[in-house]
């Protein structure tokens, strides 16, 4: 349903976003991770799961990074070896500036052949030598708009610095581009003011809106809000300061999640803008993978009360999980 959801534009998506294990874990492990990822995933009603590609961004700032770097695996090859069973579309993240046009060309082609779906993404650091522009990445993925879809990425701060992203938006819009996945919300009037410009925008251009999809993850301490920080996520100092000197800082979170998660629907709902939300799961503690499905399924009921999803017909992993 994912494909027909955002062709027609309709509100209510439901995504849910990991990362791959990381490079060097044994395949038995791999394995094992997966299965447990299938598992979870199973009693959630997505309508889609993303698989980001980790890149060291340690160049574009010079702050230390809080957490070392780890390489992971490739995302398609994570996605397509392992998570098989998990019948629900896949999303792939891609840097397109690090592959040359034939590497992206034969990419994209084992991409559509597995029905997965792709977002290209920058590259880690402004002075990194592009192989592929994100124009001509654009123009390869052509070839299959007509049964697929593909996605970009969309950054509020970057707009409160720049005022473009609107710009930037109708320009992916115009190479194909028909939805939005956002980096991850705490800053709830950065994100407001991208869906008025980019409304705005539209309307000025008489061009039908793209769906945005909203990035919402938990945060389950000081030290992963300071990464979040460092990777530019900006967090308003009074919820900083309420996460900071709460009791429980993760149980925090999950609640100005589902408070972010309300206010953006009923933003984007005055405003004709189609939206959905995407469920970032990429902390290896047990407690913050379980706040990542409960704020899951607390986004999937308010968006059901609002009569914007339907429940899951089937369960979004084969029988061949629990063989």
């Known amino acids: ?16 976003g990991i990362t791959p294990p990381k ?14 990822t299938m598992e979870r995933l199973a009693t959630l009603d997505i309508d889609a799961l993303v698989v980001y590609d980790v890149q060291d961004e340690s160049a574009r700032t010079k702050e230390e990074r809080p957490f070392p770097f780890i390489n992971a695996l490739d995302p398609f090859a994570f996605a397509s070896s392992y998570l098989g069973p998990l019948t629900i579309p896949k999303i792939i993240y891609r840097p397109a500036g690090k592959f040359s046009a034939a590497e992206l060309s034969d990419w994209l082609e084992e991409l559509h052949n597995h029905s ?28 299959y708009q007509d049964t697929s879809v ?27 581009v028909s939805y939005f996945i956002s980096q991850c919300i705490f800053n709830l009037d950065y994100a407001k003011q991208v869906i008025e410009d980019l409304a705005l925008s539209c309307h000025r251009q008489n061009t039908p809106p793209p769906t945005i999809i909203f990035t919402i993850t938990a945060c389950g301490s000081a030290k992963t809000l300071q990464f979040m920080e ?33 206010a953006l629907t009923t933003f984007c709902l005055e405003r004709a803008i189609p939206f959905g939300f995407n469920i970032e799961s990429v ?5 913050e993978i379980e706040a990542s499905i409960d704020i899951a399924n607390g986004i999937g ?13 089937a369960s979004p992993v084969s029988t061949a999980v629990n063989e």
Not at 1 to 16: H, N, P, T
Not at 27 to 36: D, L, M, S, T
Not at 159 to 164: A, E, I, R
Not at 301 to 313: F, V, W
């Open 301 to 313: 009921q308010m968006l059901k009360d609002k009569g914007l999803r339907q429940s899951a017909i």
């Open 116 to 143: 997965f779906y792709p977002v290209f993404v920058g590259v880690p650091a402004p002075d990194f030598p592009v192989k592929t522009s994100l124009q001509e990445a654009y123009d390869l993925w052509k070839q």
């Open 150 to 176: 593909i996605g970009a990425v969309t950054i509020p701060e970057r707009h409160n610095v720049l005022h473009d992203e609107d710009v930037r938006m109708l320009d992916k819009m115009n190479c194909g």
């Open 23 to 36: 490079t060097g874990t044994s395949p038995e492990r791999v394995a094992e991770i997966a299965q447990k």
């Open 283 to 287: 902390a290896i503690r047990k407690a």
């Open 1 to 16: 349903m994912f494909l027909e959801k955002i062709k027609s534009a309709e509100s209510g998506v439901l995504l849910y």
């Open 230 to 262: 460092w990777l530019g996520i900006h967090v308003p100092d009074e919820l900083k300061e309420d996460l900071k000197t709460s009791d429980d800082i993760l149980e925090k979170s999950v609640k100005i999640c589902l408070d972010i998660a309300s």
